[in-house]
Structures are given as structure tokens and as C-alpha cells.
């Protein structure tokens, strides 16, 4: 097979991919004007639980989510992933990027670029902020990579990332992070808010 890869508009990524998912073909990308750099960052522990906050204000309130905000003038992805970290959280990680992922709603001119960020250590105590509420969840056996054993007993008392009541399209990517590949991803929502197409691809699976 011959060619390159076919991503959709608003990603960009130079090393190679593989497609993963390409859903809701029926309908055309969702056109935007602008696009506002965003960060969202996980801690992961020993492959078996998770950290994510429930967002008490503001865009997706209601919905748990990984810890993260809008990149300020003068920053980095990177840079921003830590402060709003520490601010949503009280804790500092030695983050690193995992993936990106753009977001496009019906009706919203501006998109969203959001760089995605993941560790698998932290350090301070975790705490309630004005803007989350942050709880630990034990990571599912059908998210996880088929070599990963089972966890602790302890993580097994934790219960299980929601995902019905995360985005819609995080059960696409979330194995990919979890599987240490690299990804990429668009989804477009509808003014419902619900999806109307996406796309994810991912570097290649590891093969020894």
C-alpha cells in the first residue's frame, strides 16, 4: 500500500502514523477561522490508576477531565501543562508529551489545539482547588495494553475511570497514552455536543 497518510485539517505531525479510528466519514469537517493553544496533563501510576479532577466551572463543568488551561502569552505547552497542574492540583510532575488533539465545535469559530501531556510520578499532596475536584481512578482492564498484568489489590477498591461522564472521544485516545504511543486526533462536536466526526492516529505498535 502506497501513499501517505490522510490526516484531517488542523494537525500536523512529521514522523509516521497509523490510523486507528476514522468514524463519522457521512459528515464534513467542521470549518474554523482561529485556534487557541490548550494543554491537558494525567498522572499515571504504575499503569493501574490515574489521577483526573471533576471541573466545577466554566467549559465542561460536570465532566471529569485531566488537569489543564489555556497556553498564556510567552509560554510553552509545557510550561503551561506544569502551572496549571500545580494550580488545579497543588502537585508538580516531570510532565512529557504523549499526543495532541484538536477540537472543533459547530458554531464556535475558534478551534481547539490541546497539547497533551502524561507521568508517571508527582510530587506535594494532591488537593481540591476552586476549579477541580481531583479523585483517583483505578484504569480498566479494556483501556489497557494486553501485556499489562493486573495491578495491586489496592487499586482494585478505587473504582473505574468514567467515561461516561468524561468527552466522548477519550475512549479512542486513552489507550493509545496508556500504551505509551504517540497520538494525534480531531473530533469534531456538534452543537449538542455531541460527535460528529473524528479521526486518531497513533505511532506504530512496538514489535520485539
Given at each position: 500500500m502506497s501513499g501517505k497518510l490522510q490526516i484531517p485539517p488542523g494537525l500536523a505531525y512529521d514522523g509516521h502514523l497509523v490510523e486507528v479510528v476514522n468514524d463519522g466519514v457521512q459528515n464534513e469537517w467542521v470549518k474554523y477561522e482561529k485556534v487557541k493553544e490548550y494543554t491537558n496533563a494525567f498522572i499515571i501510576i504504575d499503569d493501574q490508576k490515574m489521577l483526573l479532577g471533576l471541573k466545577k466551572r466554566g467549559f465542561g463543568v460536570g465532566l471529569w477531565n485531566g488537569f489543564g488551561g489555556k497556553v498564556d502569552p510567552g509560554e510553552t505547552p509545557a510550561q503551561a501543562a506544569v502551572r496549571e497542574l500545580e494550580e488545579e492540583a497543588g502537585i508538580t510532575a516531570p510532565?512529557?508529551?504523549c499526543g495532541t488533539l484538536f477540537f472543533v465545535v459547530d458554531g464556535v469559530d475558534t478551534a481547539f489545539n490541546i497539547s497533551v501531556f502524561s507521568a508517571h510520578e508527582y510530587s506535594g499532596d494532591v488537593i481540591e482547588t476552586d476549579e477541580m475536584r481531583p479523585e483517583w481512578f483505578s484504569i480498566q482492564d479494556s483501556l489497557l495494553p494486553r501485556s499489562t498484568t493486573a495491578g495491586p489489590t489496592e487499586t482494585h477498591e478505587l473504582p473505574q475511570i468514567p467515561l461516561e461522564k468524561m468527552w466522548a472521544d477519550d475512549e479512542f485516545w486513552m489507550p493509545l497514552m496508556f500504551a505509551r504511543?504517540?497520538?494525534?486526533?480531531?473530533?469534531d462536536f456538534g452543537a449538542d455536543s455531541k460527535?460528529?466526526?473524528w479521526w486518531f492516529g497513533a505511532t506504530p505498535l512496538n514489535r520485539s
Amino acid at each position: 500500500m502506497s501513499g501517505k497518510l490522510q490526516i484531517p485539517p488542523g494537525l500536523a505531525y512529521d514522523g509516521h502514523l497509523v490510523e486507528v479510528v476514522n468514524d463519522g466519514v457521512q459528515n464534513e469537517w467542521v470549518k474554523y477561522e482561529k485556534v487557541k493553544e490548550y494543554t491537558n496533563a494525567f498522572i499515571i501510576i504504575d499503569d493501574q490508576k490515574m489521577l483526573l479532577g471533576l471541573k466545577k466551572r466554566g467549559f465542561g463543568v460536570g465532566l471529569w477531565n485531566g488537569f489543564g488551561g489555556k497556553v498564556d502569552p510567552g509560554e510553552t505547552p509545557a510550561q503551561a501543562a506544569v502551572r496549571e497542574l500545580e494550580e488545579e492540583a497543588g502537585i508538580t510532575a516531570p510532565l512529557k508529551q504523549c499526543g495532541t488533539l484538536f477540537f472543533v465545535v459547530d458554531g464556535v469559530d475558534t478551534a481547539f489545539n490541546i497539547s497533551v501531556f502524561s507521568a508517571h510520578e508527582y510530587s506535594g499532596d494532591v488537593i481540591e482547588t476552586d476549579e477541580m475536584r481531583p479523585e483517583w481512578f483505578s484504569i480498566q482492564d479494556s483501556l489497557l495494553p494486553r501485556s499489562t498484568t493486573a495491578g495491586p489489590t489496592e487499586t482494585h477498591e478505587l473504582p473505574q475511570i468514567p467515561l461516561e461522564k468524561m468527552w466522548a472521544d477519550d475512549e479512542f485516545w486513552m489507550p493509545l497514552m496508556f500504551a505509551r504511543r504517540y497520538f494525534v486526533g480531531r473530533a469534531d462536536f456538534g452543537a449538542d455536543s455531541k460527535m460528529r466526526r473524528w479521526w486518531f492516529g497513533a505511532t506504530p505498535l512496538n514489535r520485539s
